[in-house]
């Protein structure tokens, strides 16, 4: 006999169905739930979307917190012409409210206009070698924000967030995507299955990817968490990219085939939906009720050219 038959008399007995609504009105609840899309991973890191978050709850602990940001870009040879739409925009989207500090990296620091920033903000110039090729640049990043975080990130900011450059900000971006390390979906393969990932296949790069393996595909682009954990990330990609070299190798995606390789490994504890890194090539699907961040259209051929 049950424990539960034990305790209750029979004719009190009766199954219920469980109460799958408590809670729901409570005040902090309103408004932070959606059925249309999936709102967790597996390994139970939240995915951040329109209406999964309390913005007010949230301003509140980080304000009390005095937490610090830190925006880390690069603007290498042409690259310069996208800096001052990303930076004016992330001024109107970008943490606003909050102590932010911005790096750019950049080889033309002559070519780095004045902003007008909020109170709170700051802008750092750093300047760094150029390299012939576009995918050096992007694949030396990596090597640049490791050595930063240890000179400079970890003494300055709490969260650091790293940005392609060529990018423009069209909506909120706050405090609901700051965790020890996020990662953000890729627009273009949300609805992909595995096989469909443009990861690295051949095994003996050090960024491989079975067919069989990984959990989502994460843009290169769009990237951050707390200092140390960015570090990490980095310095795993820096290494692994080196490690290729050293056998004339370069993985498919460059510094985003290694990140994924790491994010399969060391999950990420908050992914951000693709409304945080959009590109319109993909059109408005309806679960994409906000595009807060979008890829700045271009020339690839001039802007990539010496």
Known sequence: ??????????????????????????????????????????????????????????????????????LTVFAIKKYTVFLKIFIETAEKYFMVGH????????????????????????????????????QDVTMRRMQIISENCLKRFIYEVDYLVCSDVDMMFAGHHGVEMLSDVF??????????????FTHERRPESQGYIPEDEGDYYYTGCYFGGKVEEVYKVANFCHHAMMADKAKNMEALWHDESYLNRYFLYYKPTKLLSPEYVWNNYYGSPVYVKIKRFLHVDKDFEKIRSN
């Open 99 to 134: 102590k932010v500090c911005y790096y750019v990296f950049t080889d033309r620091p002559q070519d780095i206009p004045s902003f007008s920033l909020g109170e709170g903000r700051t802008l750092n110039v750093i300047e760094v070698t150029s390299y012939k090729r576009w």
């Open 1 to 70: 006999m049950s424990l539960s038959k034990r305790c209750v008399p029979e004719s009190q007995q009766k199954v219920t169905q469980p109460n799958i609504t408590v809670g729901a009105n409570h005040p902090s609840y309103k408004n932070c739930w959606r059925t249309d899309v999936m709102m967790v991973t597996p390994w139970l890191a939240p995915i951040v979307w329109d209406g999964s978050f309390n913005i007010d709850i949230l301003n509140a602990q980080f304000h009390q917190r005095g937490v610090r940001i830190g």
């Open 183 to 196: 990662a953000a979906i890729h627009p273009g393969f949300f609805q992909a299955s595995r096989k469909q």
